[in-house]
């Protein structure tokens, strides 16, 4: 399947609480959104590696992605070596997306910050046709993503540009909330982490809040870009009037 966005995160719901409502509006927009978690977040304090890809395929289908893949890297431990940089050149080559959306390079959980390194990596590398892969016994043909743009997760950043997301935050706090295993459950007898407090999620909705602000829609997801990129038309500019 030719895929138009490829998303990729470390765990199995980096993609929702990161950009979770571009997945949905994309989706909404007809376009063919595939998910990649490199992990099955088997460290996680809370919860199973079965429940956590139980939750996983719940959040797909309600986010509306076309597709969820696992790589099953082992979670804590996401190495750069080359047998997980090719699986991920294989994976790029397998659904040839136009876009990737993957990490940025600073945050707080190692397992993101590999995440980002690897995907930059193979995002590049993906495109040299010297690079062998296969799948199913088939050699696979490079192909090189138009660009990648950098979620937002635990540090913030200044972003290039923010996605309006306000036509798809009801679907986006959905599909977090299939994850009931990591969030506030208060008949939970697990050990408390920080995404199971109270107020974690509050703060996600008070990030996703200030970001619409800053452009002046109720709600919106930042991103980073090392590239620029260009408009055809001024008018599709999203401005806070000021």
């Not at 790589?71 to 997306?97: A, H, M, T, W």
């Amino acid at each position: 399947m030719k895929a138009d966005i490829l998303a990729i995160g470390a765990h199995p719901d980096d993609i929702e609480l990161s950009c979770g409502g571009i997945v949905a509006k994309l989706a909404k927009q007809g376009k063919k959104v595939v998910i990649a978690d490199l992990t099955q977040g088997e460290l996680s304090t809370r919860g199973t590696k079965e429940i956590r890809a139980q939750e996983a395929e719940r959040a797909t289908t309600i986010l509306g992605a076309s597709g969820r893949r696992n790589l099953r890297l082992p979670d804590g431990n996401i190495q750069q070596n080359q047998e997980n940089l090719l699986k991920l050149i294989s994976l790029i080559r397998e659904f040839q997306p136009d876009t990737m959306l993957i990490p940025h390079s600073v945050e707080r959980h190692p397992d993101h910050v590999h995440t980002h390194l690897l995907c930059k990596e193979a995002w590049f590398y993906s495109g040299l046709e010297k690079i062998k892969t296969d799948l199913h016994g088939a050699a696979q043909i490079p192909h090189r993503p138009n660009h990648y743009f950098e979620f937002m997760q635990w540090y913030e950043f200044i972003p290039s540009f923010i996605v309006d997301i306000s036509d798809t935050w009801e679907t986006k706090i959905a599909a977090i909330k299939t994850h009931t295993s990591q969030f506030h459950n208060p008949n939970s007898k697990e050990p408390e982490t920080k995404l199971s407090t109270p107020g974690f999620l509050e703060m996600i909705e008070v990030r996703s809040r200030y970001y619409g602000e800053r452009i002046g829609v109720r709600h919106g997801e930042p991103l980073y870009s090392w590239a620029p990129f260009g408009l055809n038309n001024l008018s599709q500019l999203i401005l806070s009037k000021g």
